[in-house]
């Protein structure tokens, strides 16, 4: 059992005064209420919640069954590449087309940039309803691009979208571009 012990003050002169009983403080009570208040309050507060995004991925093929590979034609395209210090670069070639720093243009994530750049690609394509947004991050990219990238396809409802790695050609040019070499 915790106590508080009082000690008693002599007084060597003067009125001679009754004597009092020492104060005994029973703090066990007061240590059960705390460890009853810690456990209600652990109980009833919210954890933060994971923020999370839900990703549509095809579904896996089943043992045996052959997919056959759909060809996509550019003019239904857009690549994006997230660079670093918040840059972003795209183009509607393909791998032979992208030949210097000079066909990779440059962007920003304004209202005048990535939204206009995929309404303009929209209304350029063959087949707007097959319109297909390609996402490729770089090494120098950082994790807030990427989800303000994916904002965007939810402001420009763009329903078809792809996260992909950077190939070889494009990292060449990419790196020419920032000044990389």
Same mark, same amino acid.
């Given at each position: ?50 923020? @999370?995004? =839900?990703? $549509?991925?095809? #579904? +896996? ?11 996509? *034609?550019? %003019? ?41 750049? @995929?309404? =303009?690609? $929209?209304?350029? #394509? +063959? ?11 770089? *090494?120098? %990219? ?40």
């Amino acid at each position: 059992m915790a106590e508080v012990q009082v000690q008693d003050k002599h007084n060597k002169g003067g009125k001679v005064r009754s004597k009092k009983h020492n104060a005994r403080v029973d703090m066990t009570p007061m240590v059960d209420l705390g460890f009853l208040l810690i456990t209600f309050f652990m109980f009833t507060t919210t954890f933060s919640k994971p923020n @999370i995004m =839900d990703m $549509k991925l095809p #579904a +896996k093929p089943k043992p045996g069954e052959v997919i056959a590979q759909s060809e996509i *034609d550019l %003019s239904n395209s857009i690549t994006f590449l997230l660079g670093k210090d918040d840059r972003i670069f795209y183009h509607q070639l393909e791998r032979s087309s992208l030949t210097g720093p000079e066909k990779l243009q440059e962007t920003t994530f304004d209202r005048d940039g990535v939204e206009k750049v @995929i309404d =303009d690609a $929209k209304k350029r #394509a +063959k087949k707007p309803e097959l319109f297909t947004v390609i996402i490729k991050p770089t *090494d120098d %990219s950082n994790y807030k691009n990427f989800v303000d990238l994916l904002d965007e396809m939810a402001i420009t409802k763009s329903e078809r979208y792809g996260i992909g790695k950077v190939n070889p050609e494009e990292l060449k040019v990419y790196d020419q571009k920032v000044g990389i070499k």
